[in-house]
């Protein structure tokens, strides 16, 4: 069974920091592409980031590109999401999400077939 439980969330002032993280058990974590999306209240649910299996390649929206960054650490099979200057639209839960085994990134994101349960992101303006 899989799983992935994201931390880090939080309420932070506009301007600053975050680092979530997405801790994944029940599959052979390198071997899945991983992802980050959000979902505002009243929103659908959207891309933020997402990397390969080896983490040599990553995307963004562009909302969020040169603030935030995704990686992932293999050896603790997990998936990070540092969020810099970050902004009042910011604010959403963040959900991680794995790919199926193997599937590659496509057209820049994922399609996720496992989710978290996502954490709450609060920024105040």
């Known amino acids: 069974q899989v799983q992935l439980v994201e931390s880090g969330g939080g309420l932070v002032q506009a301007g600053g920091s975050l680092r979530l993280s997405c801790a994944a058990s029940g599959h052979a974590f390198t071997s899945y592409a991983m992802g980050w999306f959000r979902q505002a209240p009243g929103k659908e649910r959207e891309f933020v980031a997402a990397?390969?299996?080896?983490?040599?390649?990553?995307n963004y929206a562009n909302s969020v590109l040169g603030r935030f960054t995704i990686s992932r650490d293999n050896a603790k099979n997990t998936v990070y999401l540092q969020m810099n200057s970050l902004k009042f639209d910011d604010t959403a839960v963040y959900y991680c999400?794995?790919?199926?085994?193997?599937?590659?990134?496509?057209?820049?994101?994922?399609?996720?077939?496992?989710w978290g349960q996502g954490t709450q992101v609060t920024v105040s303006s």
């Open positions: 990397i390969n299996w080896s983490g040599s390649d990553a």
């Open positions: 999400a794995s790919a199926a085994f193997l599937q590659p990134l496509v057209g820049g994101t994922i399609r996720p077939k496992y």
